[in-house]
């Protein structure tokens, strides 16, 4: 029996799963558990990590998969929320979301060129997003999301030098069933969900998904008494599988989406004593109600900002049986918009057009519109997996277009629209040698070549600028697994990653710029893990050890002057190291009580950095030598050392009762981070705690699902993102900060019929 053989995996599976392990994405609690020794064993969960379905324990590699369950238990509705089931996951917010990065284990993506790839690729039901940007979306209707951490450039290509967040939406059901769920929360929030699924005669089956959101901003304009920072927006989904004959499977999927966001509008946190505006306009001017703090949501602005995307992704899926082997090919087309609007001067005054004689009411400062669009193709051959040697080889292709119209009037003037174009063409294999009964070599590979070109058309200067370029690239990853026993594994492995060269497309954009793209940034990781089950299933564990290399990593800067304008810089600043170890647990103590909790300790440092971009106000002491710093040793932006997370979920249906009783309680901490790459002590965000509980009442028949529950339970104060405005201030250190909804508490109730 290979290591890789499903009878390996057999045996008690009955216990169904709500909560996934928080590392490896192993399991769910019961919803309805039985009264007997089945009902504590817990369920391997089953991931396409390696592109296609096995169990996680098989996977040489650190994953996190959460369920459906786990989401709905956390109250998890967006992309954001992931971060406090993964504890690897971090994610720094921007008031345009376009500048937001995620980030793995410390690497994330400090740029916001357009030209420049993400170092975590987000994928959606096998399509990979253009932008960053848009994997910042409602989660409605997801069968599981997996986090692969570390590079995984072999399997899912270039711009996955960090990781992969892979998000597998719900697909048909075998018999007739839908649900619609509500929820409404004290602060003004409601969300409609609904969803249809079954099959269509014989041969083929169905799911559609519907929703709708909107929720009142929580931070108020004193201006004009309306609320920022509100989220509305709706979306529908629609999956058709036909089985065509009993080799051939054909998928159709069409998603989609749009959300506005009334911001992301900042407010201030400090406000030191004599500050004034481009050294010219008093902060009490524009101050009057407002007490600048951690806990300020009050700002007061005469343009209102606004965030809007619309997005549309489809796909076409085949999986073609040649008597074992699959063939299987993915088709897709997406297209995505973006316009970010905002008040350049951050006050309700025309400052801006006052200070630089313009006559634009307010100094609009509008980042965009975007325009994304991607084609892929990919083909790949998966093999028999009950041999000595199986393996997935294929060819991948696909041509992504990016266009940004940017204007910021009239201070610091910047006119122009831009677009970025990258084509790429790999083939990738990924080998599995069956050793012995218990021991696996992986072995795999990735060669490319990516071509990608600039347009530039500078208004306020009359140029236009224009160049393309291309390189060949190779990733690969040998890793070796051993069965210490049929439940039990360990394994180590080494992967190397790849991220593109790119444009700098920001303003300022020249020739030279176009002549010379930034070069390509290279990882190199080893990885020890040790995973699976203990106490005849009832408990699950993993625990990784990790460091990773990059090389050349790419990063942007920028400096305002008021006499200059505000420029940016896009360079290969130096090297960056990341290692730490990351664990989890997950244990059913009984038929209705489960546990889970996991722990990243992560030391994520730049290695080399010369020649980076002082903070405002460093002095000399301070490392601030000619204009420039030193960060080698200094700690990544938004990378806490310390993060875990804990899930307490208990179910029990009363003797008699025609109900199941549920109650979920799920915490996750962690320690103090610098928002900031050039490390300002200014910008640092202290270590805070979130705590979630849900209590509910179900069907027994599953019927129905009544939920109470209250986010952020202790009502804990953190910000996503610390600004340094001293630029703006004459030098004076005016610090501003992006709230999240989530940094006050909030009550709600959830009902959901299913039939």
């Known amino acids: 029996m290979s290591l890789r053989d499903p009878k390996r995996f057999g045996g008690k599976t009955t216990l169904a799963i709500a909560i996934a392990g928080l590392s490896l994405g192993m399991t769910s609690p019961a919803l309805h558990a039985q009264q007997d020794d089945e009902a504590l064993t817990l369920e391997v969960v089953r991931v396409v990590a390696q592109k296609r379905e096995e169990s996680v324990f098989e996977v040489p590699a650190a994953v996190t998969a959460i369920s459906a369950e786990m989401l709905a238990n956390s109250g998890i509705n967006d992309f954001s929320g992931l971060t406090s089931l993964a504890p690897s996951l971090t994610i720094q917010d921007a008031a345009n979301t376009g500048n937001a990065s995620i980030n793995l284990r410390g690497i994330g993506t400090y740029a916001f060129s357009i030209g420049v790839e993400p170092s975590v690729s987000v994928i959606v039901d096998d399509v990979p997003v253009v932008q960053q940007?848009?994997?910042?979306?409602?989660?409605?209707?997801?069968?599981?999301?997996?986090?692969?951490?570390?590079?995984?450039?072999?399997?899912?290509?270039?711009?996955?030098?960090?990781?992969?967040?892979?998000?597998?939406?719900?697909?048909?059901?075998?018999?007739?069933?839908?649900?619609?769920?509500?929820?409404?929360?004290d602060d003004d929030e409601y969300r409609i969900n609904a969803a249809l699924s079954g099959p269509i005669g014989n041969s083929?089956?169905?799911?559609?998904?519907?929703?709708?959101?909107?929720?009142?901003?929580?931070?108020?304009?004193?201006?004009?008494?309306?609320?920022?920072?509100?989220?509305?927006?709706?979306?529908?989904?629609?999956?058709?599988?036909?089985?065509?004959?009993?080799?051939?499977?054909?998928?159709?999927?069409?998603?989609?989406?749009?959300?506005?966001?009334?911001?992301?509008?900042?407010?201030?946190?400090?406000?030191?004593?004599?500050?004034?505006?481009?050294?010219?306009?008093?902060?009490?001017?524009?101050?009057?109600?407002?007490?600048?703090?951690?806990?300020?949501?009050?700002?007061?602005?005469?343009?209102?900002?606004?965030?809007?995307?619309?997005?549309?992704?489809?796909?076409?899926?085949?999986?073609?049986?040649?008597?074992?082997?699959?063939?299987?090919?993915?088709?897709?087309?997406?297209?995505?918009?973006?316009?970010?609007?905002?008040?350049?001067?951050?006050?309700?005054?025309?400052?801006?057009?006052?200070?630089?004689?313009?006559?634009?009411?307010?100094?609009?400062?509008?980042?965009?519109?975007?325009?994304?669009?991607?084609?892929?193709?990919?083909?790949?051959?998966?093999?028999?997996?009950?041999?000595?040697?199986d393996y997935v080889v294929g060819l991948w292709y696909s041509d992504a277009n990016t266009d940004r119209v940017f204007n910021r009037l009239p201070l610091f003037v910047a006119d122009w629209e831009a677009a970025s174009g990258n084509t790429n063409m790999a083939a990738f294999g990924q080998l599995n040698f069956?050793?012995?009964?218990?021991?696996?070599?992986?072995?795999?590979?990735?060669?490319?070549?990516?071509?990608?070109?600039?347009?530039?058309?500078?208004?306020?200067a009359g140029t236009v600028y224009d160049s393309d370029d291309s390189e060949s690239y190779a990733v690969g990853k040998l890793a070796l697994q051993y069965a210490i026993r049929d439940d039990m594994f360990t394994y180590a492995s080494i992967s190397t990653g790849y991220k593109g060269q790119g444009y700098d497309i920001s303003s300022g954009f020249d020739q030279s710029r176009a002549d010379n793209p930034v070069g390509s940034e290279d990882a190199v990781s080893y990885e020890v893990g040790l995973k699976g089950s203990l106490l005849d299933g009832r408990a699950q564990f993993s625990v990784v050890a990790f460091l990773t290399d990059y090389e050349d990593f790419q990063a942007q800067s920028s400096k305002v002057d008021v006499?200059?304008?505000?420029?940016?810089?896009?360079?290969?600043?130096?090297?960056?190291?990341?290692?730490?170890?990351?664990?989890?647990?997950?244990?059913?103590?009984?038929?209705?009580?489960?546990?889970?909790?996991?722990?990243?300790?992560?030391?994520?440092?730049?290695?080399?950095?010369?020649?980076?971009?002082?903070?405002?106000?460093?002095?000399?002491?301070?490392?601030?030598?000619?204009?420039?710093?030193?960060?080698?040793?200094?700690?990544?932006?938004?990378?806490?050392?310390?993060?875990?997370?804990?899930?307490?979920?208990?179910?029990?249906?009363?003797?008699?009762?025609?109900?199941?009783?549920?109650?979920?309680?799920?915490?996750?901490?962690?320690?103090?981070?610098?928002?900031?790459?050039?490390?300002?002590?200014?910008?640092?965000?202290d270590g805070y705690g979130i705590a979630n509980f849900s209590a509910g009442v179900e069907g027994a028949d599953g019927g129905y699902r009544i939920t109470l529950f209250v986010n952020n339970a202790f009502d804990e104060q953190y910000a996503t993102a610390i600004g340094d405005s001293s630029g703006f201030y004459g030098g004076a250190p005016v610090l501003t900060q992006l709230l999240p909804r989530n940094a006050e508490r909030y009550l709600g109730v959830k009902g959901r019929l299913s039939f």
């Open 133 to 185: 940007a848009q994997a910042f979306n409602t989660l409605a209707d997801i069968e599981r999301v997996e986090v692969l951490r570390g590079p995984q450039g072999t399997l899912f290509g270039k711009n996955a030098s960090a990781g992969v967040i892979n998000i597998i939406t719900a697909g048909p059901t075998e018999e007739l069933e839908g649900f619609i769920e509500g929820s409404f929360t």
């Open 204 to 389: 083929a089956g169905f799911r559609l998904n519907a929703y709708t959101h909107e929720r009142d901003g929580h931070i108020t304009n004193l201006t004009n008494g309306s609320d920022l920072n509100g989220d509305e927006g709706f979306g529908v989904r629609g999956k058709l599988v036909i089985n065509a004959s009993e080799a051939l499977s054909l998928q159709f999927v069409a998603d989609y989406s749009e959300r506005d966001v009334a911001g992301t509008a900042a407010t201030y946190r400090d406000i030191p004593p004599g500050s004034a505006l481009f050294g010219a306009f008093p902060t009490s001017l524009f101050t009057d109600g407002i007490t600048p703090g951690e806990d300020n949501r009050n700002t007061r602005l005469d343009y209102t900002p606004k965030s809007d995307n619309e997005q549309l992704m489809t796909s076409f899926k085949f999986s073609y049986d040649m008597g074992g082997y699959r063939l299987v090919g993915v088709t897709s087309y997406q297209d995505w918009s973006y316009v970010f609007e905002q008040d350049v001067d951050g006050t309700e005054f025309n400052i801006a057009g006052a200070f630089t004689g313009g006559a634009l009411d307010g100094g609009i400062y509008q980042i965009g519109p975007f325009d994304a669009d991607q084609i892929t193709q990919e083909l790949r051959l998966e093999s028999p997996t009950d041999g000595n040697m």
């Open 434 to 460: 069956h050793l012995s009964d218990r021991l696996d070599l992986t072995a795999g590979g990735r060669f490319g070549r990516e071509e990608i070109d600039v347009y530039f058309q500078d208004f306020a």
């Open 563 to 685: 006499n200059e304008g505000l420029t940016f810089k896009l360079n290969n600043v130096g090297e960056l190291r990341t290692k730490g170890i990351e664990a989890d647990f997950a244990a059913q103590l009984s038929s209705s009580l489960r546990f889970d909790a996991g722990l990243a300790l992560i030391d994520a440092e730049i290695a080399e950095f010369p020649g980076a971009n002082c903070y405002p106000g460093q002095t000399e002491q301070q490392g601030c030598v000619g204009g420039s710093q030193n960060l080698a040793g200094k700690p990544l932006a938004n990378s806490p050392d310390f993060k875990y997370n804990l899930g307490l979920t208990w179910e029990s249906s009363p003797s008699g009762w025609p109900v199941v009783l549920f109650a979920n309680g799920n915490y996750s901490y962690q320690d103090d981070i610098n928002f900031s790459l050039l490390a300002n002590p200014r910008t640092i965000q």
